[in-house]
């Protein structure tokens, strides 16, 4: 990971870098916010597993260079080193994630579901 990328304190940190990264295009910033072995919902019901294809699906998004709006956080539902974190996004969708606390201290994404229906 490049050291000099902000690294999540806590997982509300996830949602705001991912929207950040998005609009930079930093596809490899993104990429670091995933364990290697994370999941990553993608349309159509398909599942991007490790590092590779979660890079490879970011590589599609942001080719086009759509601009991504921060949505609104809702609270964190914490277990031990697991947090629940979820966004709601201004076109009524929410984001569902599973983050893992690292042994650095810092969180990151193993399970990441970006587009359900509100």
Excluded: C, K
């Amino acid at each position: 990971m490049d050291d000099l990328r902000e690294r999540a304190a806590r997982p509300e940190d996830l949602s705001r870098f991912v929207v950040e990264r998005l609009n930079a295009g930093d596809v490899e910033g993104l990429v670091a916010l995933y364990e290697p072995d994370a999941v990553l919902a993608l349309p159509n019901g398909r599942v991007a597993t490790g590092s590779e294809e979660i890079r490879q699906a970011y590589e599609h998004l942001v080719a086009d260079r759509p601009t991504f709006t921060p949505g609104r956080q809702q609270p964190t539902l914490r277990n031990g080193d697991l947090a629940l974190t979820s966004v709601r996004l201004a076109d009524g969708g929410v984001t569902v994630e599973v983050a893992r606390r690292q042994p650095d201290s810092t969180w990151l994404w193993v399970i990441d579901q970006p587009s359900l229906l509100g």
